[in-house]
């Protein structure tokens, strides 16, 4: 079983910076693409940006530029540096990981998610 576990988020005044952070533990699979996605009260979750192993990265269009998205495949770690944050960051920011747990199964996980709030 492949657990997921967030950290980093919290309050932050516009214009600032948060990390997360999210490993992955358990044993017996590969991991291949990681990623944060965020839901807002009221609307569908929505992707912010993944990273493949390989460290080819994607980013939602509303925080390209100031986002960055990275991982550390040795500690099964993904990292989200947020920057020049907005009010409209505010959400809950779920960890997501696929891969293999075999060689012809795949699975998908989502972290618990952590809190962001951008506001003065």
């Known amino acids: 079983q492949v657990q997921l576990v967030e950290s980093g988020g919290g309050l932050v005044q516009p214009g600032g910076s948060l990390r997360l952070s999210c490993a992955a533990s358990?044993?017996?699979?590969?991991?291949?693409?990681m990623g944060w996605y965020r839901q807002a009260p009221g609307i569908p979750r929505e992707l912010v940006a993944t990273i493949t192993r390989g460290g080819s990265t994607n980013y939602a269009d509303s925080v390209r530029g100031r986002f960055i998205i990275s991982r550390d495949n040795a500690k099964r770690t993904v990292y989200l540096q947020m920057n020049s944050l907005k009010p409209e960051d505010t959400a809950v920011y779920y960890c997501?990981?696929?891969?293999?747990?075999?060689?012809?199964?795949?699975?998908?996980?989502w972290g618990q998610g952590t809190q962001v709030t951008v506001s003065s």
């Open positions: 358990g044993s017996g699979f590969s991991i291949s693409t």
């Open positions: 997501n990981a696929g891969g293999l747990i075999s060689a012809t199964i795949g699975f998908g996980s």
